[in-house]
C-alpha cells in the first residue's frame, strides 16, 4: 500500500514536527495528508516505525549524498567534525543487557558539509567505541569528485589522512599536532615528528583554517531545530535515526536556496516579460 517515498517523507516529517509516531499519525491525519501523498489513508503509527527498522542505513546515507548533486554543487570548501546525539531511551546499560554488546550512551555522528551552502554532504554514525579519525577517509572517499578543499581540527591529524587527500588531489587544511617530550625538571619541548609532517606544518594556511568554524555552525543548525538526542532503542535505529535528521535539515536548506531562485525568477524575467508585453 505504501513505497518507500511515503516512509521516508513521514520519517522526515516526524523529525521535523519533534513528535512520536503516534502523534505524528495523528497530526498527518488532521492535515489530510494523505490527498497530498496519493494515498488511500495515512499508514499506523506502528507501520511508519517499522519501516525505520526495514530502511537500510546505507538507503539513508545515499539520500544525503545526492542532496549535493541535486543543486549541482562542485569543487566544494567542505569541513570534517564529529559530535553527538544523546541516547534518551533506553540506557547504555540496558543494551548491553538485552544484545551483550558495549555501547556509549550517546550516538557518535562524524559529518562532512559544504561551508558556503552550509549543506551536509555526507555522514557516518556509530554506536561503538571507535575514533573519529577512521571515519575521515569513508566520509571524503565517496564525494571526491566534487570536493576542492577539505579542513579537519587536529583529532583528524594523521598520515592516512593526508596521503589519501594527496592521492585524489584534494587539498587539505589540517594542524599538525605537537608532541611535548622531556619531565617537567627539564623543560617541556614540542616537536613534530616525520618530514611529512613538518612540511604540512611549514605550509598550513591558519587564514584559511578559521572558516572550518562554519561546520560547527551547522552542526548547531542540526541539533536545534531537530533535537540532539535520538529516541529510538536499538543502536541501528538509532544511527538512522540521526541519518533522517541530517536529510531532514539537507531538505530545509535546498527549500531555502530554491525560494531564492524563485525569487530572482519572478523579479527578474518575468518582470523584464511583463515590461515588453506592456510597451
Not at 519533534?18 to 489530510?32: C, D, I, K, M, Q
Request: aromatic letters at 10%.
Amino acid at each position: 500500500m505504501y513505497n518507500n517515498f511515503v516512509h521516508v517523507f513521514l520519517l522526515v516529517l516526524k523529525q521535523r514536527l519533534g513528535v512520536s509516531y503516534r502523534r505524528l499519525e495523528h497530526l498527518a491525519t488532521e492535515f489530510n495528508l494523505a490527498r497530498m501523498l496519493c494515498i488511500k489513508r495515512i499508514p499506523h503509527f506502528t507501520t511508519i516505525q517499522k519501516a525505520l527498522q526495514r530502511l537500510s542505513k546505507s538507503l539513508l546515507e545515499r539520500m544525503v549524498k545526492a542532496c549535493h548533486s541535486l543543486l549541482g554543487l562542485k569543487g566544494m570548501l567542505s569541513a570534517v567534525d564529529g559530535t553527538g546525539f544523546s541516547n534518551t531511551n533506553p540506557s547504555h546499560y540496558y543494551i548491553k543487557r538485552i544484545e551483550g554488546t558495549s555501547v556509549k550512551n550517546f550516538t557518535k555522528t562524524v559529518l562532512l558539509a559544504d561551508l558556503d551552502s552550509k549543506l551536509v554532504l555526507n555522514v557516518k554514525s556509530t554506536s561503538d567505541y571507535r575514533n573519529e579519525t577512521l571515519f575521515f577517509i569513508p566520509v571524503v572517499s565517496e564525494l571526491k569528485h566534487a570536493l576542492k578543499c577539505v579542513l579537519a581540527d587536529k583529532g583528524y591529524d594523521a598520515a592516512s589522512n593526508r596521503l589519501y587527500c594527496d592521492s585524489i588531489n584534494v587539498e587539505h587544511i589540517i594542524p599538525v599536532r605537537e608532541w611535548r617530550q622531556g619531565r617537567l625538571g627539564y623543560g617541556h619541548k614540542q616537536s613534530i615528528h616525520g618530514k611529512a609532517r613538518r612540511r604540512a606544518a611549514r605550509l598550513f594556511d591558519a587564514q584559511a583554517y578559521k572558516r572550518r568554524a562554519l561546520v560547527e555552525s551547522v552542526i548547531s543548525a542540526v541539533k536545534r531545530p531537530f533535537g540532539a538526542w535520538v529516541s529510538s532503542r536499538k543502536p541501528l535505529n538509532q544511527q538512522k535515526e540521526v541519518t533522517i535528521k541530517m536529510l531532514a535539515y539537507n531538505l530545509e536548506v535546498m527549500g531555502r536556496r530554491i525560494k531564492v531562485w524563485l525569487f530572482i525568477f519572478a523579479n527578474t524575467f518575468l518582470h523584464r516579460r511583463h515590461n515588453l508585453y506592456c510597451n
